[in-house]
């Protein structure tokens, strides 16, 4: 991750992205921290199971990356890609892109990068429990209670966060930054609020 800063393109890139940060919340070394804590408390939680971890996309796509590195079980991954629309209402939810595997019977942890209102992940929810996993727990890197309209109860939660909005680390703002290493809040003045 630090890597980063170093390389020459790295650095000119990340220059460009830097301008639109207004405050770092996280650095590359929170970041680590948090994930090698959850890392280890879901390695703890699931010895003797054989969890699957379901990403996702695109915002977790980093957070597991680095999440499956600090467990020390033989995981599994897979990945299932959703889409939320303010209309025709606020938290209409559809898959877009499925799972590539049946989750019956097995123990699930949803991989998120931020929870905000909760309607991704509730919907995720309803969803997943349908197949009849034998548990399903949330993993967030980032949590907004402030933000919370459907009740979650998500079981690995990183970092509580103020209602701001952030980029960094998968999360992005119209598919921008995800490849910065930290969390920043994004200046007001880029970010135009039609959440
Ligand atoms: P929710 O359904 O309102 O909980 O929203 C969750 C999704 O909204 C996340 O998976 C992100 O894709 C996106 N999101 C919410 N807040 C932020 C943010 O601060 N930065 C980037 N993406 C966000
Ligand atoms: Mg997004």
New binding site residues.
């Given amino acids: 991750m630090r890597g980063g800063y170093g390389t020459k393109a790295n650095g000119m890139m990340e220059n460009e992205m830097i301008d639109d940060i207004e405050e770092i919340i996280l650095t590359p070394e929170d970041i680590e921290r948090e994930v090698s804590r959850l890392g280890q408390k879901i390695s703890a939680d699931y010895m003797d199971k054989d969890p699957l971890l379901v990403g ?1 996309l695109r ?1 977790s796509t980093v957070f597991i990356a680095d999440l499956i590195r600090h467990i020390s079980l033989p995981v599994r991954i897979d990945f299932i890609s959703i889409s ?1 629309y303010q209309h025709p209402s606020p938290g209409v939810v559809r898959i877009i892109k499925d799972l590539d595997e049946p989750i019956t019977g097995k123990d699930i942890i949803i991989v ?10 509730g919907y995720l929810m309803r969803v997943l429990n349908l197949r009849k996993p034998a548990s399903l727990e949330i993993c967030t890197l980032l949590d ?1 209670p402030a933000r919370r309209i459907l009740a979650l109860n998500p079981k690995y939660v990183g970092v509580e966060i103020p209602d701001k ?3 960094g680390y998968g ?3 119209n598919q921008k930054y995800r490849n910065l290493p930290f969390i920043g809040v994004l200046k007001p003045e880029i970010y135009q609020s039609n959440r």
């Fill in positions: 996702v915002g939320s998120e990068g931020i929870i905000d209102t909760g309607f991704s992940l907004k909005f952030v980029v999360l992005d703002y």
